[in-house]
Each structure stands twice: as structure tokens, then as C-alpha cells.
């Protein structure tokens, strides 16, 4: 995450970068999450704006449904598996972390249950 100090304090680089002060020719591109994109926009007003979207809460499902087949117990102890914590949620939004979730998760039930 981006310390509000680094877009707040004048002097930063990343904040002087961002306002033109520093490489006033240059193209900047941030990358950031949802909730500081709202700050970075209201604070620079970027020329273009791109958001690149991943899964959504049925598409992780949808994905799990494919690997796991119709069994439930599968999906329902993935499910709580990932209920479990909100940092384990959230990042299964980005597709290859669903990947690598259900993997875990399979490897999981196949080694260390009967």
C-alpha cells in the first residue's frame, strides 16, 4: 500500500513525479488497489483512468464449482477455507490466486484427510 506520506508531503518524489514538478514531459502510470485509486484521482486528475477488474465473488465460485465437480463437502470446506480470513478473500479477485487457492485446497484434501 501507498503511505500517505509519499502523496501528501510536496517534497516526496513520488508525489513531485505525480504533479509535474519532476520530469514534467514524462508519463506516469500508477498501479493501485480500489480503495486508494479514489484518493490518487481526487488528488491528480489523471488523463486517463483504466481499471482492470478480476474475479468477482461468483466467478471464484464458478471456478471452484469447475475443479471441485458437484461435490459439496469440496465446496463448502473451500468456501469456509477462504471465509475464513479476509486477506485470503481478497485476494483470490485476482485470477491466478484463485488458481493457486484451489490448488492448496486440493493438495489439502487429498494428502491430509482421509
Not at 59 to 65: G, L, P
Not at 71 to 76: C, G, P
Not at 91 to 100: A, C, D, E
Request: aromatic share 10%; glycine share 6%.
Amino acid at each position: 500500500e501507498c503511505p500517505s506520506s509519499l502523496w501528501k508531503d510536496d517534497a516526496s518524489l513520488f508525489h513531485r513525479l505525480l504533479s509535474g514538478s519532476l520530469l514534467p514531459k514524462a508519463t506516469a502510470l500508477v498501479t493501485t488497489r480500489p480503495s486508494t485509486s479514489t484518493t490518487l484521482v481526487s488528488q491528480w486528475k489523471p488523463q486517463r483512468r483504466i481499471e482492470v477488474l478480476g474475479f468477482m465473488t461468483k466467478h471464484i465460485v464458478q471456478y471452484a464449482e469447475s475443479i471441485f465437480g458437484s461435490d459439496r463437502d469440496v465446496l463448502n470446506g473451500f468456501h469456509k477455507y477462504i471465509s475464513s480470513s479476509p486477506s485470503i478473500k481478497g485476494m483470490l479477485y485476482i485470477p491466478l490466486n484463485t488458481v493457486i487457492a484451489v490448488g492448496v485446497y486440493r493438495e489439502y484434501r487429498e494428502n491430509d484427510r482421509p
